[in-house]
């Protein structure tokens, strides 16, 4: 059974950092191409970020673009989410999501549970 | 960027009603549009790709069609379960949702 669990959410100042983590198993991890995608409270979802299986291709949305860092850890089965110069507006429910298929689309098939990132003062 | 829309963005319908949301891209996306639900508090699912594919699991009262910039998504006989939000998604290019059609009881 695919499994995608998310952490390292939390409240965190304007101007701050986090780093969201993603954990992976019930499949090939390094077979597939992951993507972060949020949703802010009562809002629609927001596409964040892509990462291929082998990292070797990486795509941002305009709005985290020069702030977000995506990454991944094929031996460690786990994705990331490095978040500098975070804004009000990020506040937000960050889910890792994977790949239907190994087709390298960012066609989102399994989902996590979600983590929650405030940004606040 | 290709944007997405959708129509209409909230709806209300009566169990086994048949449902139609609209989804338009700014430009042409060859078929490569995603339907998701998303239930209150629950992460969104996968319904169909590929503007027609049934994703595995997925009843068969969802359907998916269109071509080109305009597709649709209908429900054909509409059950207590399938009150939710749905989201269109284009993946033919940088990702983008559509902002979500919610479907409640009349």
């Known amino acids: 059974e695919v499994q995608l669990v998310e952490s390292g959410g939390g409240l965190v100042q304007p101007g701050g950092s986090l780093r969201l983590s993603c954990a992976a198993s019930?499949?090939?991890?390094?077979?597939?191409?992951m993507n972060w995608v949020r949703q802010a409270p009562g809002k629609g979802l927001e596409w964040v970020s892509y990462?291929?299986?082998?990292?070797?291709?990486?795509y941002y949305a305009d709005s985290v673009k020069g702030r977000f860092t995506i990454s991944r850890d094929n031996a460690k089965n786990s994705l990331y989410l490095q978040m500098n110069s975070l804004r009000a507006e990020d506040t937000a429910v960050y889910y890792c999501?994977?790949?239907?298929?190994?087709?390298?689309?960012?066609?989102?098939?399994?989902w996590g549970q979600g983590t929650l990132v405030t940004v606040s003062s | 960027d290709i944007q997405m829309t959708q129509s209409p963005s909230s709806l209300s319908a009566s169990v086994g009603d048949r449902v139609t949301i609209t989804c338009r891209a700014s430009?042409?996306?060859?078929?490569?549009l995603a339907w998701y639900q998303q239930k209150p508090g629950k992460a969104p699912k996968l319904l169909l790709y590929?503007?027609?594919r049934l994703e595995s699991g997925v009843p068969s009262r969802f359907s998916g069609s269109g071509s080109g910039t305009d597709y649709t998504l209908t429900i054909s006989s509409l059950q207590p379960e399938d009150f939710a939000t749905y989201y269109c998604q284009q993946y033919y290019s940088t990702p983008f949702f559509g902002p979500g059609t919610k479907v409640d009881i009349k």
């Open positions: 999501a994977r790949d239907l298929g190994e087709l390298e689309l960012p066609l989102l098939g399994y």
């Open positions: 019930g499949f090939t991890f390094s077979s597939y191409s």
């Open positions: 590929a503007a027609s």
């Open positions: 430009q042409g996306i060859s078929n490569s």
């Open positions: 990462i291929s299986s082998s990292s070797s291709t990486i």
